[in-house]
């Protein structure tokens, strides 16, 4: 055996063993658990779930049986058969986008049958996907339980005595049904990773005593959340308002009360553990130290947390704050019955502070330690813990002071129960307006209420952000018949709007997929409109299986501003229609909305014209569904004009998968020229996607004169000073910068999707190797890489390596990602994600660590420490308050500076502090308004005047914020493509200067000159 496959012997095994820590044994009464030698029925389809072709394992049921576990047999075949049926009607490769399917219907007979055949206890087995892209429904089958399965649950345990409930779910599903249905045993886990299947039959056979810890809060039902009711709201612009401000997760329920099913950190075990000996040191560094006690039969772990209650309302405090806070825990090592070992914890003094963003102890942004007793809870979990000291704090103090945050949430939960008005929202014209992409929006002159209150020149100005770009139609409130366009003139962004009213009244305008001044000029004394209406044009295109689907260029759901719709008649056939057109500058993107009766595989082609040089098409156009990049392989691109004429053709087909359910095609401009496209087929397959290779694109390139379809460094002669050069002295970095054109400094900020591998996924910063500037190739993910072609190891979701609570494990799982990243020639990893779990059904829970920032934040910096040690980068993400999926490029999340400072940015401060992440990568959505990568407040004055770091920050992929404005706001490198031409002619211009782009590209080499491929590429 080779050392690589060695490695990834070390690697598989590794996965396994998170999976086994990060077990959560919820309930185990009467002994159900472990298991003995007794038969076992399985319930659920789950049980035969199979895993990808890219990373084969057994399922659960053959995991159970590889074990040694008896299950029984005639119950087995029976969901075997349904998997197998299910797998020949689907026929495509699942993946995260498809949902579960519906449980296999089972009588009360049957499982009474399966009793009389042996079994003793019974074993029912819930899935739950949580996912990129979309947000879980408080539906029955998704966060709820289906008719289906709680019907077999029921049925179980009226038959079985002994019921065991294994939960394989991405976050937090309704547990409201174990007031109802009886069942003994309860282990929590997420996806299977890499051995997966056998670390559950371990953990089910006692070989492995469950020591995982919960690293959310678990209530019976989502009414019991403080976010039920104002949680992915998709009308109203999208506007998330984080009313419950700070009292999220247990800080909400240890406060307020509320229906917990099992609280945060809480996990039991096979065995039993003693506390004793509890001491307490005060001091600027608290400490607590105390001995665990294994007073059970079997080895195990135990999780020691040290929780703070600050002084509150009721004590005479000023500030209020949550009952309890998460400050440090330690895990023991695998104690033996009768083992003990002491354990310490430490904290310093001002990390108890609270901030104070209103000024209500005498200074706004300001850390601060209130007056008064800081009692210290040491327990097992966050509603089991005993005082173990107090620190007085004599006077109010400020600990640090930080730079304000701009808000716009207009009130917030306090500690009392009540709501608190923030900073006054008066209606001005100055705070931003949501305009819904799904109801009717109503906006006035502002404080002039009427627009018929204006005289002829006068303007108003409105800020928007618009649920969705694209069509809306405009019609006057109020009004008297009178036209709009004889009564009104209209820009958005500077930018004039024809206004044609039809008979009925009504005008159609185009809004941006940003925030935008909307001007509003009076062509006459006193119009005749109180105010004015939007509505969205709907243009959603139903998919079905049975035929083709025609989606017309011109109906797209969003646009880049400057997308056009054109009327032509085509010069080939002389049929006249309309085009999507005016794609000037890379980045240039149009959504179409679509919503499909049947997920699966789909050919996709093109109507197009073209008139630049023949090429394949991914070369120049990308296909995303929902944000996920879709290989069109095979696809060629060819100059339909060749003899001056404007043919329109339809390119040969590739395969993408398609969710059931709304979904969005956003077709983005990778180069230009790019084509004009007046129809997008769709057409249900049987055919495979290809996600394996390049080659078929390599070859039609080729064909064309074209090269390879991933980065190779050119041997061009060097020119100038070059990055080796500055690598030997760092005084060099201005004048390297200096001598650049404006469109060498433009590519330096920003990225390309073509890839430095052939196993590369999902693209690089771009090259400029003239200069010596080498390409770093970035790689996804939370669950391990993610390489075109190449089976690397599949680890459990990030969520259960947190529940581990083990900081060893989280650094050895930092350096085997190092490792694996270096083998694959990874230079940049994705990850890891620490993101608030602010509400149970946010998709992408499964991805991140916690609902507590600490834990967040010790999880991250251990990863990153250990990655960054072998030589790569880490991408901490999404920063910030990225909280809900569904329309992430568009949600607003209106949220107070102290919940910013303490929940959402403090775990990324944390980080940023402990490890110097080599990247952080931002989020797609708005921050009180303004776009996160756009938010000077958020880029550039607090992580660096404040945390004094000098990394990178970058765009997530394909977001569609303005790479001017982000540069503007100090974001240094856009994502998977830059706006090359954009920002060249913005430098041309002088709209944006080069000392503006100066740090920014500056800081993009210094993180090249950290990364060991980039280091050995400047010294060749």
């Given at each position: 055996m080779?050392l690589?496959?060695?490695?990834r ?7 396994q063993t998170?999976?086994e820590?990060?077990?959560?044994l919820l309930r185990?009464?009467n ?6 030698g007794?038969c076992v029925?399985?319930f659920g389809q ?6 990808p072709a890219?990373h084969?394992d057994?399922?659960?049921a053959e995991?159970?049986?590889?074990g040694?576990?008896r ?9 075997r058969?349904f998997?197998?049926k ?14 579960m399917?519906?449980?296999m219907?089972?009588t ?5 049958a399966?009793?009389?055949?042996g ?8 899935k739950?996907?949580s996912?990129e ?6 539906t ?20 079985f005595?002994h019921v065991i409930?294994?939960?394989?779910i991405?976050?937090v ?9 009886r069942?003994e045993g ?8 890499d051995?997966?299947?056998a670390?559950a039959?371990?953990v ?7 020591s995982?810890?919960l690293?959310?809060?678990m209530?019976?039902?989502y009414a019991e959340y ?9 009308g109203g612009?999208l ?7 700070i009292?999220?997760g247990y ?18 075990s ?6 004793s000996?509890?001491h ?9 130290t ?7 039969a079997r080895?195990g ?7 703070c209650a600050a002084?509150?309302l ?12 998460l ?13 003990k ?9 001002s ?5 104070d963003?209103t000024g209500v102890?005498?200074e ?10 800081y009692?210290?809870?040491l327990?097992?979990?966050s509603r089991?813990v005993?005082?173990?000291g ?7 103090r ?5 730079m304000?945050?701009?808000t ?9 129960g ?8 008066t209606d001005d014209?100055a705070h ?11 906006i ?18 409105r ?8 069509g809306?139609r405009l019609?006057a409130?109020d ?11 209209l820009?958005?962004?500077g930018?004039?709007?024809p206004?044609h ?8 305008i185009t809004l ?7 001007t ?8 005749a409109?109180?105010?004015l209406?939007?509505?969205k ?18 109906n797209?759901?969003?646009g880049s501003?400057?997308?056009e719709v054109?009327?032509?008649?085509d010069?080939?056939?002389g049929?006249p229609?309309?085009?999507?057109t005016h794609?000037?500058?890379s980045g ?17 082609k ?7 040089v023949?090429t394949v ?8 569904v929902s944000?996920?990049?879709q290989?069109?392989r095979?696809m ?5 004009c060749k003899?001056?004429?404007?043919r329109?053709?339809y390119s040969?087909?590739a ?11 956003k077709?983005?401009?990778e180069?230009?020229?790019f084509p004009d496209?007046?129809?997008?087929v ?14 078929e694109?390599v ?5 064309k004169g074209?090269?390879l379809?991933y980065?190779k460094?050119?041997?061009?002669i ?13 005084t ?7 001598q ?14 073509l890839?430095?591998?052939p196993y590369g996924d999902?693209?690089?910063n771009?090259?400029l190797?003239?200069?010596?500037v ?10 391990g890489l ?7 190891t ?8 947190t529940?581990?609570f ?9 350096t ?7 083998f694959?020639g990874?230079?940049?990893w994705?990850a ?5 779990f602010r ?14 920032p600490y834990?967040?934040?010790?999880y991250?910096?251990a ?5 960054q040690?072998?030589?790569i980068?880490a991408?901490?993400?999404h920063?910030?308050a990225n ?8 949600s ?6 102290r ?6 940015i ?8 402990d ?11 708005h921050?009180?308004?303004i ?5 000077r407040?958020?880029?550039?004055d ?8 000098d990394?990178?920050?970058m ?18 490198l ?20 080069r000392?503006?782009v ?8 210094r993180?090249?000159?950290r990364l ?5 590429f400047l010294?060749?």
């Amino acid at each position: 055996m080779d050392l690589h496959e060695e490695k990834r012997k070390t690697w598989r095994a590794l996965s396994q063993t998170i999976a086994e820590e990060g077990f959560v044994l919820l309930r185990n009464e009467n002994g159900v658990l472990p298991l003995g030698g007794e038969c076992v029925a399985v319930f659920g389809q789950a049980q035969c779930a199979a895993r990808p072709a890219t990373h084969p394992d057994l399922t659960f049921a053959e995991g159970l049986m590889a074990g040694g576990i008896r299950v029984e047999e005639t119950l087995l075949k029976k969901y075997r058969a349904f998997a197998e049926k299910k797998a020949q009607k689907r026929r495509y490769t699942a993946s995260f986008f498809t949902g579960m399917d519906n449980e296999m219907p089972i009588t009360r007979e049957e499982i009474a049958a399966s009793r009389a055949a042996g079994a003793k206890k019974a074993i029912v087995i819930l899935k739950r996907i949580s996912a990129e892209n979309t947000d879980m429904q408080v539906t029955e089958g998704d966060y709820l339980l289906s008719a289906a399965e709680k019907q077999m649950l029921t049925d179980v345990a009226a038959v079985f005595e002994h019921v065991i409930l294994v939960l394989e779910i991405g976050c937090v599903m309704d547990l409201s049904f174990l007031d109802e249905i009886r069942v003994e045993g309860i282990l929590y886990t997420n996806d299977f990773g890499d051995g997966g299947a056998a670390a559950a039959t371990r953990v089910l056979k006692g070989e492995v005593n469950p020591s995982g810890k919960l690293p959310m809060t678990m209530a019976r039902s989502y009414a019991e959340y403080p976010t039920c009711g104002h949680f992915g709201q998709h009308g109203g612009g999208l506007v998330q308002d984080y009313t419950e401000d700070i009292f999220v997760g247990y800080r909400y329920f240890d406060t307020f009360g509320g229906n917990v099913a099992f609280p945060f950190g809480f996990g039991l075990s096979y065995t039993t553990f003693a506390v004793s000996d509890v001491h307490f040191e005060d001091g600027q560094v608290l400490r607590v130290t105390a001995t665990v006690t294994n007073t059970g039969a079997r080895a195990g772990r135990e999780v020691l947390q040290l929780y703070c209650a600050a002084p509150a309302l009721r004590d005479g405090a000023k500030l209020g704050k949550p009952q309890k806070e998460l400050r440090g825990f330690e895990k023991t090592r695998l104690l033996q019955p009768g083992e003990k070992q002491t354990l310490s914890i430490a904290v310093p003094v001002s990390e108890l502070a609270s901030y104070d963003d209103t000024g209500v102890l005498g200074e706004k942004s300001v850390w601060v330690l209130e007056k008064g007793n800081y009692t210290l809870l040491l327990g097992t979990d966050s509603r089991h813990v005993h005082e173990a000291g107090v620190h007085f704090e004599p006077q109010t103090r400020v600990v640090r002071h930080s730079m304000p945050l701009t808000t716009t949430l207009e009130k917030r939960l306090t500690a009392d129960g009540s709501y608190e008005p923030l900073a006054s929202q008066t209606d001005d014209g100055a705070h931003c307006i949501a305009v819904s992409s799904i109801e009717r929006t109503v906006i006035t002159a502002g404080a002039k209420l009427h627009f018929s209150a204006m005289k002829n020149g006068e303007q108003v100005q409105r800020q928007l952000l618009p649920g969705t770009g694209g069509g809306y139609r405009l019609t006057a409130v109020d009004g008297d018949g009178t036209p709009l366009e004889s009564m009104i003139a209209l820009a958005i962004d500077g930018i004039s709007m024809p206004l044609h009213s039809d008979a009925a009244g009504v005008a159609e305008i185009t809004l941006p997929v940003r925030r935008c001044q909307m001007t509003v000029t009076a062509l006459c004394d006193h119009p005749a409109l109180a105010a004015l209406a939007f509505e969205k044009t709907d243009t959603t295109v139903p998919v079905l299986p049975e035929k083709k689907t025609v989606i017309k260029g011109q109906n797209y759901y969003e646009g880049s501003f400057y997308v056009e719709v054109e009327s032509f008649e085509d010069d080939g056939n002389g049929v006249p229609g309309s085009c999507v057109t005016h794609f000037f500058m890379s980045g240039m993107s149009v959504v179409y909305r679509v919503n499909i009766a049947e997920a699966g595989n789909y050919a996709v082609k093109f109507r197009y014209r073209y008139d630049g040089v023949e090429t394949v098409m991914n070369s120049v156009l990308t296909l995303a569904v929902s944000n996920i990049v879709q290989p069109l392989r095979g696809m060629a691109l060819e100059n339909t004009c060749k003899d001056g004429k404007k043919r329109f053709i339809y390119s040969n087909a590739a395969v993408i998968e398609l969710p059931q359910g709304v979904a969005y095609l956003k077709l983005l401009a990778e180069a230009v020229p790019f084509p004009d496209i007046c129809e997008i087929v769709l057409d249900k397959t049987n055919d495979a996607v290809d996600t394996t290779t390049q080659q078929e694109d390599v070859k039609v390139k080729e064909s064309k004169g074209g090269g390879l379809q991933y980065l190779k460094p050119d041997d061009g002669i060097r020119e100038g000073i070059t990055l080796a050069d500055v690598a030997k002295d760092g005084t060099g970095m201005q004048a390297f910068l200096a001598q650049l054109s404006n469109r060498e400094l433009a590519t330096l900020v920003s990225g390309t999707s073509l890839n430095r591998t052939p196993y590369g996924d999902v693209g690089c910063n771009h090259p400029l190797y003239l200069r010596g500037v080498p390409a770093a190739q970035t790689a996804d993910g939370p669950r391990g890489l993610r390489q075109r072609g190449m089976a690397t190891t599949l680890y459990p979701p990030t969520l259960i390596l947190t529940a581990s609570f083990d900081k060893d494990l989280y650094t050895t799982y930092g350096t085997a990602m190092g490792e694996e990243c270096l083998f694959c020639g990874v230079d940049l990893w994705l990850a890891p994600a620490i993101n608030i779990f602010r509400d149970p059904c946010g998709g992408r829970n499964f991805a991140y660590s916690s609902e507590d920032p600490y834990l967040c934040g010790v999880y991250a910096a251990a990863v990153i420490r250990a990655a960054q040690a072998c030589g790569i980068g880490a991408v901490l993400k999404h920063y910030c308050a990225n909280n809900t999926e569904f329309e992430r490029l568009k949600s607003n999340s209106r949220v107070s500076e102290r919940a910013l400072r303490e929940l959402y940015i403090r775990a990324f401060e944390t980080v940023v502090r402990d490890a110097d992440p080599v990247a952080i990568m931002s989020s797609y959505n708005h921050v009180n308004d303004i776009k996160a990568c756009e938010n000077r407040e958020l880029i550039t004055d607090i992580p660096r005047s404040e945390w004094h770091w000098d990394g990178v920050f970058m765009t997530d992929w394909w977001n569609d914020s303005d790479h001017v404005a982000e540069l503007k706001a100090g974001h240094d490198l856009k994502m998977a493509t830059g706006d090359i031409d954009g920002v060249t002619a913005a430098l041309d211009k002088g709209d944006l200067s080069r000392e503006e782009v100066y740090p920014c590209a500056a800081r993009v080499m210094r993180m090249l000159l950290r990364l060991k491929t980039a280091q050995e590429f400047l010294r060749k």
